[in-house]
């Protein structure tokens, strides 16, 4: 079920998802990632498996009606060794090399680990 709904999710990207994919896709972080990528049950927006991090774009309902059910979705994801961040979709809209620059640096995190 959830490879079904990512690959329904890949066809229908938001102008936030859309920006952000093709930052990421030119290399800028020097890493490989994947778009609407099923882990367990959930749908992550993008993830480098290599390094286990999920980069996740929000848009306002996740601040009012989504929010408890995100905290559960990063709980688990955590669990299993992921790092989530979090962007609203207004940042990467309008500071995308703010956005970019934040992700190098947790992978450079990462890495040190």
């Known amino acids: 079920m959830a ?3 990512a690959r329904a999710l ?5 102008d936030a998802e859309r920006k952000l ?3 990421l896709r030119r290399d800028a972080t020097g890493v490989y990632f994947r778009r609407q990528h099923p882990i367990g049950s ?3 927006d993008f993830v480098c498996l290599e390094h286990k991090l999920i980069i996740e774009a929000d848009g ?5 009606m989504r929010a408890e059910h995100d905290a559960v979705r ?14 609203w979709n207004n940042d990467i809209l309008n500071n ?3 956005v970019v ?13």
Do not use: K, P
Not at 10 to 14: A, D, G, K, V, W
Not at 60 to 64: I, K, L, R, S
Not at 101 to 113: F, N, P, T, V
């Open 74 to 87: 990063t709980a688990w994801l955590e669990q299993r060794g992921y790092t989530v961040m979090r962007f």
């Open 101 to 113: 620059e934040a992700i190098c640096a947790r992978l450079e995190e990462i890495g040190d680990a």
């Open 3 to 5: 490879n079904e709904r």
């Open 96 to 98: 995308i090399e703010g």
């Open 21 to 23: 994919w093709y930052a």
């Open 42 to 44: 959930y749908v992550v």
């Open 10 to 14: 890949r066809r229908s990207l938001t």
């Open 60 to 64: 306002g309902q996740h601040a009012e």
